[in-house]
């Protein structure tokens, strides 16, 4: 964890694009940002099991739950104070 309590070496969005945070290899040396290629963003995106957002926590499950429509984002993009699950085919 970073100072500011951020994984170090995951991704994060900078200005629209997502690249790798800067870290501290256990050697002492340091890695610097890199754009991450759209495999790497799609192997994320595919892995990631919990989503934190200002309107709260997403955990990934194996089906959608049948709930209102009013009530579900189809897009990590669209999320605000009413949604309760996220169908974003690009977090399969």
């Given at each position: 964890m970073?100072?500011?309590?951020?994984?170090?070496?995951?991704?994060?969005?900078?200005?629209?694009e997502y690249k790798g945070t800067t870290g501290f290899a256990l050697d002492g040396t340091v890695t610097s940002q890199?754009?991450?290629?759209?495999?790497?963003?799609?192997?994320?995106?595919?892995?990631?099991?919990?989503?934190?957002?200002?309107?709260?926590k997403f955990v990934k499950v194996s089906s959608p739950n049948d709930i209102p429509t009013s009530e579900t984002s189809k897009s990590v993009d669209n999320i605000n104070e009413n949604t309760k699950q996220i169908i974003d085919p690009k977090y399969k």
């Amino acid at each position: 964890m970073d100072k500011y309590n951020q994984p170090v070496g995951q991704a994060q969005q900078v200005n629209g694009e997502y690249k790798g945070t800067t870290g501290f290899a256990l050697d002492g040396t340091v890695t610097s940002q890199k754009k991450l290629s759209q495999q790497e963003l799609d192997s994320i995106k595919q892995s990631t099991g919990t989503l934190h957002t200002q309107y709260g926590k997403f955990v990934k499950v194996s089906s959608p739950n049948d709930i209102p429509t009013s009530e579900t984002s189809k897009s990590v993009d669209n999320i605000n104070e009413n949604t309760k699950q996220i169908i974003d085919p690009k977090y399969k």
